[in-house]
């Protein structure tokens, strides 16, 4: 089992009064799945997703990430463990506009330790399988949004994850290019990535073998 | 990883160049106030610390009551002190007597003739001093009368370059002590870099003893400086209070106090006010250095301000970072390092801008200072860097790596309250230390305005000094009559010492109705030639001056007002005092001069008509006729001193030079308060454009709404301004006491009023509008349709 929630809720305290961000959520996720996560606006998608991917805490309910109860762990094996298995897509790309393609695509490795020869060629490998080769040195504002997004999910699965969490990955994109991803998710997902996204279109939400649906924090 | 980061580094270094070129500036200035002082400061700190023996190397001082309920310092003895400390003191190791001459001698060898400044010095001078001697014995250098010790420097302009001049002659003459001999050379000593003292020959004190009138070897005769080795394990605390009453129990007529002082303190702490050390030239060494520290402080503000300001644009990277598994300590280490580069190179830029001012801030300072790279120095200088890069990097590395990944990839980071108040604290402190700066020069700058136009009771300008040499020795009266009858001249006389300073002091005379009290009142006294004050345009206020009563001048005195007040004379003229010798009749009473600096107030002096010890003879010149004058003067100088340049000095530029210091503080806050505002100034720019960045969305609603562009720019400005006037409010205050206390010390001064501090606020308002203003403008006039549409 790769990902499993058990009684998770998330909350925050306006006015004396807790605010449900997530209630009582209860997920199984098996290695290979590709699930999208819909829902209106608020209902917890994003919340949702950051919790799995450890980027934000929840209060209340267990969370087993290949077996390892991440809610006991102390913050920095977390750390660890989410640098080591998960890759992650945004809806704005978030690439450093400082860097080129090709440093940004090596970011992710400078904090695992790898070294130079190694890196080289796994950022070498990974233009390759994106046809990004010819825009290695460019930096991410000569790109087109299609493109920038190509290089953050290029730079997500650059740790070799097993699993990819995309928040709106199509959000800024027109629909051509929208497809293009998706596409892309489907293959990575035939080559054995997990894949969980969060999405407002139902067109994208087709891709996934699987749908979720939240409102107001809980699961429908 | 590292490669990254500074590849991140510099590019965003070009894509932001006005936010690093305001940090680059901002240190790099910082940095060159620090350098600079640092080097002053070092400079002033080694003075006088080569002698092998420092730690034990005492001057000799003594208080005296001056009779006027405070007691004065002096550094002057009886040459009978150094036999009396060296056969009856066990904690003195070893001792000398110097004895200075007021002004230069003419020393002449077959070939040349040149005027150079010397003293006499007893036996063991050169073993208590570590002058360095090239040629000679320390120890017997200065045993023969008939020998004399010169300067490596005085014997390259006798003898050239590379030639031996041990065991040749010199003729030495000099007026004051009437020496007139021949001297065999038997040493060169050479006078290290980090002196404060400066002379060209060495006579043996014997010469001294030998010439001194028998009558003027006593305990109230003081004319030397004594200085000692004391044994190394002395307590000067002990010492001094055992030594206290040496004076009092030889001779039981003076109440003096003997106290001890380190030789090498003497340079920054040799002010005494009411026999206890005061102020000096410490002050402004501690004064310097805070002000340096506060520069630097303020670039270092800067650099915070703006990197936190800005985090906006880092913190997606820092969010990114994070996301793919930064740890916070790499990222902290990332933002201290980047601000370490930026320091260091600031330091660079710094260390070429030094290089660079270097030969202006000798010439401000009166320094000789070389920037030599050596071990201790860059050590600080690289410490002083890493601490001002860990400082302006410590709170925007924290401050930028603490939100969550999330948070900030979400962009729901708001500034809060707790973080704009730091930063608008930090404004208000860098305006608050640019406001007293400001107060300070203008203080300082009016003071010394005060001083330099106050009348002082004589006419400085016009006034030639020459001093007394050569043929003038024997026949000065005849050159004086000469020259007054040259063009161009109006008046001609002589004096003994300076119109900056009457070294000559006496006490213990007695006049009728003297109370017990003023029985010590100190004079400063003078010998004047006949017609010294009408050619110093002192005025008369009652009686006659010496040109009147020729030639029986000897047996009269002129006083000054003050000395007559306090001696509590109701009808000066005609009374007769007894001065320990001959008894003299009041003549004459002058208006109140000022001889010191104005630090001091008026003392009691005496004009005695007399040629003894005189040294100096002063000219008035026709104002507008000077260089004729002086032509004419040169020519009738040559005819008495064949072979000397003719040497003389304008009045009023000695007496500028009492003021040296006081000119150089002037000039360097200057300087320093220009750098203060700078660097200020270009922190509340950056701040400025940062905040109108921050409030696009509120500015173009704002316009669209229907406000005008000057009401946009104003509520920008005035957000800023009110923290300039709050650093009025703060800093004016504290200037008010600091400039009191500066001019407190000061017996003549201005009077602070409201304008200084006005001034200054209005300056520092004036300057942060100009700065606010613009950059309010320029956001006030985009176009709010592109803010809005981002949203």
Known sequence: MLVELNNIFKWVQQGGQRIFLLKDINLKVEEGEFISIMGPSGSGKSTLLNVMGMLDTFDEGEYDFLDEPVHKLKEKHRANLYKQYIGFVFQAYHLIDELTVYENLEMPLLYKKISGSERKSLVADMLDRFNIVGKKDLFPTQLSGGQQQLVGVARALIGKPKLILADEPTGNLNSKQGEDIMKLFQKLNNEGVTIIQVTHSEKNAEYGKRIINLLDGRMV | ?791
């Open chain 2, 1 to 791: 990883m590292l490669k990254h980061n500074l590849v991140l580094f510099l590019r965003s270094i070009k894509r932001h160049k006005s936010s690093f070129l305001i940090n680059l500036i901002g240190l790099s200035t910082g940095l060159v106030c620090v350098l600079l002082v640092y080097l002053w400061v070092s400079d002033e700190l080694k003075k006088d610390k080569f002698h092998a023996n420092d730690e034990q190397l005492y001057q000799v001082r003594r208080n005296i009551p001056n009779g006027q309920g405070s007691l004065a310092t002096f550094t002057s003895n009886s040459s009978l002190m150094l036999t009396a400390l060296q056969q009856e003191v066990p904690e003195v190791e070893m001792a000398t007597a110097v004895y200075e001459f007021d002004g230069n001698a003419r020393l002449e060898t077959s070939e040349k003739k040149l005027s150079a400044f010397g003293m006499m010095a007893s036996d063991d001078f050169f073993k208590v001093f570590s002058y360095p001697l090239v040629s000679g014995d320390k120890n017997t250098a200065l045993a023969d009368v008939n020998s004399v010790v010169i300067s490596a420097e005085l014997a390259n302009s006798f003898f050239g370059q590379g030639s031996d001049p041990m065991g040749k002659t010199i003729a030495i003459k000099e007026g004051e002590e009437n020496i007139d001999d021949v001297f065999t050379i038997v040493g060169i000593f050479e006078i290290p870099k980090n002196s404060s003292e400066r002379f060209d020959f060495v006579l043996p004190y014997k010469t001294f003893l030998k010439l001194r009138n028998p009558d003027y070897i006593n305990w109230y005769s003081n004319s030397s400086s004594i200085y000692t080795l004391l044994k190394p394990n002395v307590d000067i605390k002990a010492f001094n209070s055992k030594m206290a009453d040496f004076i009092s129990k030889k001779n039981q007529n003076v109440d003096e106090q003997v106290f001890f002082t380190r030789y090498s303190d003497n340079y920054l702490k040799g002010t005494y006010e009411n026999g206890k050390q005061m102020g000096g030239r410490i002050t402004y060494v501690i004064l310097f250095s805070i002000v340096a520290i506060f520069v630097l402080a303020i670039a270092c503000i800067n650099f915070m301000n703006l990197s936190t300001a800005r985090a906006t644009r880092r913190l997606k990277e820092v969010g990114v970072k994070k996301a793919v598994g930064a740890n916070r300590t790499s990222l902290i280490l990332q933002f201290l390092s980047e601000s370490l580069l930026l320091t260091f190179f600031s330091l660079i830029c710094a260390y070429f801008v030094v290089l660079l001012l270097l030969p202006w801030f000798n010439n401000v300072t009166g320094k000789d200072i070389v920037f030599a790279i050596e071990g201790s120095m860059v050590i600080s200088i690289l410490l002083i860097t890493l601490l001002t890069g860990l400082i302006s990097g410590s709170y925007p590395a924290l401050y930028l790596t603490k939100f969550s990944a999330v948070k900030v990839l979400k962009g729901k980071i708001s500034t809060s309250v707790g973080e704009l108040m730091v930063r608008k604290g930090l404004v208000i402190f860098q305006f608050s230390i640019s406001l007293l700066l400001i107060v300070a020069v203008s203080v300082i700058y009016m003071q010394l305005d005060y001083i330099q136009s106050k009348n002082l009771g004589y006419t400085k300008d016009n006034v030639i000094m020459v001093e007394r040499q050569d043929g003038l020795i024997n026949n000065m009266e005849v050159f004086l009559e000469e020259a007054r009858q040259l063009p161009g001249i109006v008046n001609a006389s002589y004096m003994q010492g300076g119109m900056t300073n009457f070294s000559n002091s006496s006490w213990g005379h007695s006049w009728p109705g003297q109370t017990e009290e003023t029985k010590k009142l100190t004079f400063r006294h003078a010998h004047v030639g006949p017609d010294f004050i009408e050619t110093m345009g002192i005025e008369m206020k009652e009686g006659l001056s010496y040109i009147n009563v020729k030639p029986d001048n000897e047996s009269k005195i002129i006083l000054n007002e003050t000395a007559v007040k306090l001696m509590g004379l109701e009808n000066p003229i005609g009374t007769v005092i007894d001065m320990r010798g001959p008894n003299r009749e009041i003549i004459g009473v002058v208006k109140d001069f000022n001889i010191q600096s104005l630090y001091n107030e008026v003392a009691p002096m005496a004009l005695l008509c007399r040629t003894e010890w005189v040294s100096n003879l002063v000219l008035k010149i026709r104002a507008g006729e000077e260089r004729k004058a002086i032509a004419g003067l040169t020519k009738l100088y040559a005819e008495f001193n064949p072979g000397l340049d003719f040497d003389f000095r304008f009045l009023d530029q000695q007496y500028q030079e009492l003021y040296q210091s006081e000119q150089q503080v002037s000039a360097l806050s200057k300087y320093f308060a220009g750098m203060a505002i700078l660097i200020s100034c270009l922190g509340l720019f950056g701040l400025t454009a940062f905040s109108a960045e921050r409030r696009r969305k509120e500015i173009g609603i704002r316009k669209v709404l229907g406000q005008g562009i000057g009401q946009v720019a104003l509520m920008l400005s005035a957000e800023f301004v009110k923290l300039v006037v709050i650093a009025m409010a703060i800093s004016l205050p504290i200037a008010y006491l600091l400039a009191s206390d500066w001019l407190s010390q000061f017996a003549y001064k201005i009077t602070l009023h409201a304008g200084y501090f006005v001034g200054a606020g209005v300056i520092a308002l004036l300057v942060a509008i100009g700065t606010v203003g613009s950059q309010a403008l320029r956001a006030a006039n985009r176009n709010p349709i592109h803010a809005l549409k981002e949203e």
